[in-house]
């Protein structure tokens, strides 16, 4: 059985848990983490099985916070973690290192920046590689809300994660084959009202240079509307697009944005819901494209505990592999 696996303890439920108001009070979501990043002195959050056993396969989930956030913000934003035991994860939850302007006036905000941050994740990578061994790590996907989904785009196929990362879950992060952000999307005014309607420019609908499976997740009144098609589905070679069941949650995420709750597109505080979820079935090779939609939902709000478990299912049941296919290429 596990123990102290990476030097990290493990505990259930997982450590500096907080539950709604209570998070803005007591202190916990400044916890920078149980783990360190022995190259840069780093801490950050890594969750697993307390009973894992020797050389057993798992998922690997590495789970980026948005601008203005923190890594146990996230945790609690989409709480994997809650599932670790049930399918086998492995998540690691880093915090920024940057706090800067993301555009316009006001106090600079926490946020992803190549310079500062990439050799971080990647030495957080290498760290649960070689903790829980690269042959074990059955599928690697990078997890990211807002900024931090964009970041997860950005770095999927870089030279160090093109043969490592299995798929890429965005959490209101951006999607392959894109939804594009209401007019309004942004955080209220300082009064509450809404922000001013901003042009924005057509973003484009390349198809990434590497393969990975996706799932978009994002709250209805962020977008305008969801794509009916996608790029990535056409690659796949997958069937249309067909309508799950919904998804109906009657508890509420632990977190929203605690300042700023009112204005609907930003996030209103958490609240028990249902998610409409549509998957692109029979793409080659294992792979999974599926897009989730949180009715009634903004930008904030954290994730309901059965749509969380229905996100990870759907990455637990996508191929992996690209680790184990880069150390057999290597060795030849």
Known sequence: MAKDMGGVACTTPPPARCVGEACATSGDLANLGNATDARTGRKFFLDYPCDL???????????????????????????????KDKYRLVVATP???TLGSMGGSGPGVRRWDAAADDA??????????????????RSFWLAGHSQGGFTSSRIVCTGYFKDKVDGWLSLSGGRVGQA?????????????????????????NTLPACDYSHIFTVGQWEIESLPETSPLAERFG????????????????????????????????????????FVYPNCREGRVVADVVR???????????????????LMVSATGGKLQRASSQADQ
């Open 180 to 204: 594009p952000f209401v007019a309004q999307f942004g955080p209220p005014q300082a009064d509450g009202s809404p922000p001013a309607p901003r042009a924005r420019p057509p973003l484009p």
């Open 53 to 83: 056993k020797p050389n057993e396969k798992v998922v690997f989930i590495l789970n980026l916070h948005g601008a203005g956030s923190v890594g146990n913000w996230q945790r609690h934003y989409f709480p994997a973690a809650d599932f």
């Open 238 to 277: 997958c069937a249309a697009r067909v309508r799950r069941q919904d998804i109906v949650d009657d508890k509420a995420g632990y977190v929203w944005d605690y300042a700023r709750a009112g204005y609907r597109v930003w996030g209103l505080k958490a609240r028990p819901g249902t998610a409409e979820a």
């Open 95 to 97: 915090t920024a290192a």
């Open 120 to 137: 971080h994740l990647q030495n957080i990578t290498d760290f649960v590689l070689d903790t829980f061994g690269r042959s074990n790590i």
């Open 295 to 313: 009715m009634d939902k903004g930008h904030t709000e954290g994730l309901e505990p059965k749509v969380t478990e229905e996100l990870v299912r």
